[in-house]
């Protein structure tokens, strides 16, 4: 009787191994599925909807500060038409970026970023990008600066709520002009107006100082880091309320 039942026993106990083995490797699998499918969502909604950049210079004072972490919604200009008063993220139009300079990165620290960008949680090519108020739309006349130091669109004088000007100082350009802008183009400006290497400043160059639509990455929506500096950042409609409604090249 003991014979006959020992090798029912270990039978069970046989056919009980595998089935655990294969249960560790299911949780496994499924692990590394959801790690998998959790890096290509964050990868397509960086691609194509939303992502981190950093603000690399002084340009967007006080609006934005140096280290500034923010979130930009991709869906503007190719789904969302570009407004005036919003703040865009841009690819160098022509030379308006400094000659890159290649900073020694260590290994891994250079890996991590390189994953952490892809997706989009580290924005390791904010260096590349600027980053600036849209003042004028394709048909705009922009002109600076009326007899009350302001800037004028279409006529209508800007009172401008978001600049820095330097102490006594009124006048919210340095040097006066007026242009068009042209059919597809933007022209844009920092908050720091008088620290800001932005279209008025660029304005003799090949470029004209106008930025191509097609170089807009997207809309800066909102201040993420650091945690006390969290806001949504405006387009102050209320300035840019009776300059007309422009065309934004789509």
């Known amino acids: 009787m003991t014979s006959e039942v020992q090798p029912a026993v270990a039978d069970g106990a046989d056919s009980r191994r595998p089935r655990n083995g294969r249960g560790w490797k299911i949780f496994l699998r499924d692990i590394l599925l959801i790690f998998l499918a959790a890096l290509l969502i964050s990868f397509l909604i960086k691609t194509f909807l939303i992502r981190s950049f950093y603000i690399p210079s002084d340009s967007m004072n006080s609006t934005l500060i140096q280290q ?5 919604n991709q869906l503007e200009p190719g789904l969302i038409p570009i407004e005036h008063g919003d703040v865009v993220v841009f690819r160098d139009p022509g030379n308006w970026l400094p000659p890159k300079v290649d900073v020694p990165v260590n290994g891994f620290v250079g890996a991590v970023d390189a994953v952490l960008g892809f997706v989009g949680l580290s924005a390791p090519d904010s260096n590349d990008h600027l980053i600036k108020r849209v003042i004028g739309l394709p048909g705009d006349t922009v002109r600076c600066c009326n007899d009350f130091g302001q800037i004028t669109v279409n006529g209508i004088p800007l009172e401008e709520p978001y600049i820095l000007l330097p102490d006594g100082v009124s006048k919210a350009t340095r040097d006066d002009w007026e242009v068009t802008v042209p059919e597809d183009k933007l022209w844009v400006m920092g908050d720091n107006r008088y620290n800001s290497a932005d279209s008025a400043y660029h304005r003799d160059d090949p470029t004209g100082g106008f930025v191509p639509i097609s170089n807009i990455v997207g809309r800066a929506l909102l201040i993420s880091w650091p945690v006390d500096r969290w806001t ?10 009776d300059v007309g409604s422009g065309t934004s090249g789509q």
């Open 68 to 72: 500034d972490r923010i979130i930009v």
């Open 232 to 241: 949504w950042l405006d387009n102050y409609p209320v300035t840019f309320r």
